[in-house]
């Protein structure tokens, strides 16, 4: 009786995977958000995989997979979101800021660039370091 059932859930878990692999294969990729939807298609992957090792009479491997799984689809998402897409994530979009000219430690990049110019002209390799001193007023 349990190897009908071990059989079963293979059986399944080859379905889902056969399922999942022609979704994915059939993804265009100038699809919007393809990296997401593929990450999407991946979790009937992941699904096949734990009913395919509980078939096997692998429950804690499967346990563990089924915790780890979507902490790492996640993460992959998380990643992609923060670094690359920029059709859907308005905080990539280069926007240059304005700085306030009297504010002590921001300044303009123009303006950073014409006095790096600037003095490496006048320069010499052993005179590269600079000192400054910072002012602390107690009553602050």
């Not at 990296?35 to 692998?58: E, K, N, P, S, T």
């Not at 926007?95 to 306030?100: A, F, H, K, S």
Request: hydrophobic share 45%; proline share 2%; net charge negative.
């Amino acid at each position: 009786m349990i190897e009908y059932i071990q059989s079963a859930l293979l059986i399944i878990a080859a379905f889902l995977i056969i399922i999942s692999a022609i979704g994915l294969i059939s993804l265009s990729k100038d699809t919007k958000n393809a990296v997401y939807g593929r990450i999407h298609i991946v979790g009937l992957f992941d699904v096949a995989c734990i009913i395919a090792m509980i078939g096997l009479g692998q429950y804690l491997l499967a346990g563990v997979y089924f915790i780890l799984a979507p902490f790492s689809a996640h993460a992959i998402a998380n990643a992609y979101w923060k670094k690359e897409d920029r059709e859907n994530n308005a905080d990539l979009m280069t926007v240059e800021e304005e700085v306030d000219e009297n504010h002590p430690f921001l300044h303009p990049k123009e303006k950073m660039q014409a006095l790096e110019s600037e003095n490496s002209e006048k320069l010499k390799a052993d005179d590269r370091f600079s000192v400054t001193t910072i002012e602390i007023d107690e009553g602050e």
